[in-house]
């Protein structure tokens, strides 16, 4: 069973730019999450997804926007890029609902210039 | 505020000796805890998850503990071994449906 894809794999913009990641959640996973892993600071909680609406949100600036899919895939976009965007950005998916173990894909790494 | 923090940050051991990393959470309610690894640049890869209900699990040489009382849990990797190389971040999962993290237990094993 394929696990969460996302694409690309890399990503370099410049300030000032929009940049646009995707994801695919595992089959029958309808949960998407976003993370980031900026350097320095951790993993930190961005967006979650379920059944198409948007259910909860970190504490980011509202240029970090996102959309679900009515396939689950996910769509995280950033726009006006700033330096400290550059970071890894995690997806990971899980069964519908609350409290369910959540896998996570491989990462776009974005860089911003 | 739900605060996770793990220490020791960094730690090398030699191979075969048995490792010890601690994670600590500062809000009890808590629905459940996985430790991940993480090596350079990649991803999560999920190697055990904690129910709240539970005290333990294990999964070959891997063995974690939770005690959500005093908001602690402990991952002992045992006979260590130079694949065992990575960063080992806790989290845990809130009411809220959002996992927060350590920093992580950057782990050497020295051959």
């Known amino acids: 069973e394929a696990g969460v894809t996302q694409s690309p794999t890399h990503l370099i913009k410049t300030r000032g730019q929009q940049a646009t990641l995707r994801c695919s959640p595992i089959?029958?996973?309808?949960?998407v999450y976003w993370y980031q892993q900026a350097l320095g600071l951790g993993l930190q909680f961005l967006l979650w997804?379920?059944?198409?609406?948007?259910?909860n949100r970190g504490n980011f600036p509202p240029r970090f926007s996102g959309r679900q899919f009515p396939n689950y895939s996910s769509e995280l976009n950033v726009n006006a890029l700033e330096l400290e965007d550059s970071a890894l950005y995690l997806c990971?998916?899980?069964?519908?609902?609350?409290?369910?173990?959540?896998?996570f894909g491989p990462g776009t790494r974005l860089t911003v210039l | 505020k739900q605060e996770v923090t793990q220490i020791p940050a960094a730690l090398s051991v030699p191979e075969g000796e048995n490792l010890v990393l601690n994670c600590s959470f500062t809000d009890s309610a808590i629905y459940n805890l996985q430790w991940f690894r993480q090596d350079p640049g990649k991803g999560l890869t999920s190697l055990l998850l904690i129910q709240s209900s539970q005290r333990e699990q294990t999964s070959g040489r891997l063995n974690a503990s939770l005690d959500k009382s005093s908001g602690r849990s402990t991952l002992y990797i045992a006979a260590s071994q130079p694949g065992d190389s990575a960063t080992y971040l806790c989290?845990?999962?809130?009411?809220?449906?959002?996992?927060?993290f350590g920093k992580g237990n950057q782990v050497v094993v020295i051959p």
């Open positions: 989290a845990v999962l809130y009411g809220n449906n959002r996992l927060a």
């Open positions: 990971a998916s899980s069964l519908a609902g609350y409290y369910n173990e959540q896998f």
């Open positions: 997804y379920d059944e198409g609406e948007e259910r």
């Open positions: 089959s029958g996973h309808t949960s």
